[in-house]
């Protein structure tokens, strides 16, 4: 299989260049001989859109910039996955559909050259009505028709300004990401759809934290996926585990399972390793151990509501470590971002509902070695329905101490509607059956924990 300096097809590694036919000629002759490599010599090299054909390798020598060209009308509409439902959306910078045996690897950047894209987006969130008003946008809003009945997770879908994501792999199979540096994605920055056997390895993952809704790593319906020793610093969740959301996500039926992630190091994302709050699909079988959260909002994240379905199940969380974040450890089945009006008076009503196949149900939650310090906003928040309490959750050998200085309300310690103000920073469970903390020591509060209707749990 050959090996092809994107050179050969004159290029020019100057950051003012337009490359994109010279990339799509490398990628066409990888394809014709049945794969090979295309490498990325040291440069900066602009272009549009990408697309990797399997058995692929793309390699990004050191000191090697493949930067994105952020002009809206090149990411023309493809079918993908936007938040959790199935639409047109705009195409990934870099994207591979049915394909398998692709590697993106090498001490090089991929960068997204993301700030045209932010801006925009707060410009749309400052208007008064937040409907598609470009021709851009209205050109997404005729090919979604129901766009106004889709859920969102607070990245805009009611402008139709569906932002790419920097690397989308959709129906792929066995993807390798490793040692390369992704930056200022417009959107969520690394994000397989429907894949099966990933691994990313020491990939640093970086975007502002102001930049919004930046997510770090979203698999999304994949199995059997491998995250060690990555970094990130994001504008919104770093690692998140999702699988689709509400009805669509349900009719999709394809659940994120059997994920492990070892020994990753993440600062100031919303959330250090999240389950949600697209959970129509499931999520089953996951395993994080040994990861650093620090300055992050909260650090385990497991967040959905009434109407995102889906069951969540065996999930453990070992010997990771906290500092300076508002909530070391996270469950809220109130979450509010990306609700729709019609869906409140359900979404957060406080009295036991009818279980529906839209109702999330979480159990088998296992915490052991969680060390915290510092944290500003509470030292745990765990909030289940009361029709569908979070059931088997056992917290253990952890140290959770709080800032009890910080003047952040314990109510920052998740994002969510419905629930009556917490009065403490100390530990708040409610809606739990099943549930047992042992050994866990509560520095700040006066009390440990704050315990909130018929729960059922035992504390030792």
Same mark, same amino acid.
């Given at each position: 299989m050959p090996t092809i300096s994107i050179v050969r097809y004159n290029a020019v590694?100057?950051? =003012?260049?337009?490359?994109?036919l010279a990339f799509r000629d490398a990628f066409s002759a990888v394809k014709a001989s049945g794969g090979g490599t295309v490498v990325i010599p040291p440069g900066i090299w602009m272009t549009g859109p990408i697309e990797i054909p399997s058995h692929c390798t793309v390699e990004l020598e050191k000191?090697? @910039? =493949? /930067? %994105?060209?952020?002009?809206f009308e090149r990411y023309t509409a493809i079918w993908t996955r936007w938040e959790g439902v199935e639409c047109y959306a705009m195409h990934p910078c870099i994207f591979a559909r049915d394909a398998v045996d692709i #590697?993106?690897?090498?001490e090089g950047t991929v960068d997204g050259n993301g700030s045209f894209w932010w #801006?925009?987006?707060k410009t749309v969130k400052s208007r008064k009505d937040r409907g598609p008003t470009s021709e851009l946008e209205q050109?997404? &809003?005729?090919?979604?028709?129901?766009? /106004?009945?889709?859920?969102?997770?607070?990245?805009g879908r009611n402008s139709q300004f569906l932002a790419p994501p920097l690397i989308q792999f959709l129906r792929c199979t066995d993807v390798v990401m490793k040692d390369i540096t992704v930056m200022n994605s417009p959107f969520w920055t690394i994000h397989p759809v429907y894949t099966d056997n990933i691994r990313i390895e020491r990939v640093s993952v970086l975007n502002p934290y102001e930049a919004p809704n930046t997510d770090g790593i979203d698999i999304d319906s994949c199995s059997r996926v491998y995250i060690a020793d990555c970094y990130i610093d994001v504008g919104d969740d770093a690692i998140a585990l999702k699988s689709g959301s509400g009805y669509d996500g349900l009719s999709v039926a394809k659940s994120t399972r059997n994920v492990m992630i070892e020994r990753c190091t993440v600062k100031r994302a919303h959330g250090g390793i999240v389950i949600g709050s697209e959970t129509a699909g499931g999520v089953y079988n996951v395993t994080a151990t040994d990861c650093m959260f620090e300055c992050t909002d909260r650090g385990i994240r497991i967040k959905t509501r009434r109407g995102r379905g889906g069951l969540i199940r065996n999930l453990a969380f070992f010997n990771c470590t906290m500092i300076d974040n508002l909530c070391p450890i996270a469950v809220n089945m109130y979450y509010h971002c990306g609700i729709l009006e019609h869906e409140? &008076? /359900? &979404? %957060?009503? =406080?009295?036991?509902q009818r279980v529906e196949h839209d109702t999330p149900m979480i159990e088998n939650i296992v @915490? /052991?070695?969680?060390? &915290?310090t510092g944290s500003k906003a509470s030292a745990g928040f765990f909030a289940g329905l009361p029709e569908a309490p979070i059931q088997n959750l056992v917290v253990e050998n952890c140290h959770l101490g709080c800032d009890m200085a910080s003047t952040v309300d314990a109510d920052e310690s998740e994002m969510y509607e419905g629930l009556p103000k917490g009065r403490s920073k100390n530990v708040r469970i409610r809606n739990c059956s099943n549930a047992a903390f042992r050994s866990v020591a509560v520095d700040g509060p006066e009390e440990p924990f704050t315990i909130e209707d018929a729960v059922r749990i035992v504390i030792e």
């Open positions: 590694g100057d950051g =003012l260049n337009d490359n994109s000191d090697a @910039v =493949l /930067r %994105f060209i952020p002009q #590697t993106i690897c090498g #801006t925009y987006r050109s997404f &809003a005729r090919l979604n028709p129901n766009y /106004r009945e889709q859920p969102g997770g607070g990245g409140k &008076a /359900r &979404a %957060f009503s =406080l009295d036991k @915490v /052991r070695g969680v060390k &915290a």
